[in-house]
């Protein structure tokens, strides 16, 4: 399976540590991660206050002001 490096910093290298379970490679931690908040986005509009269109625009301020792109 092809691979690639990625530089990222300290504190998101320590992140991801700390997500690592037991045995668990870093593809899998991302990989899982990356699951999660795609589900979080199909979620989107499903609440009763505000329409789809502004909760996926809450969802991408919380991830800007976690130091995630949107």
């Given at each position: ?33 990356l ?19 502004s ?9 800007a ?6």
């Amino acid at each position: 399976m092809p691979s690639r490096n990625v530089a990222v910093q300290q504190a998101v290298y320590d992140a991801l540590a700390r997500e690592k379970r037991s045995g668990e490679s870093f593809t899998s931690v991302l990989r899982r991660l990356l699951d999660q908040r795609e589900g979080l986005e199909e979620l989107a509009g499903s609440w009763g206050a505000g329409t789809g269109r502004s909760t996926r625009k809450a969802l991408r301020s919380l991830r800007a002001s976690a130091g995630r792109s949107p």
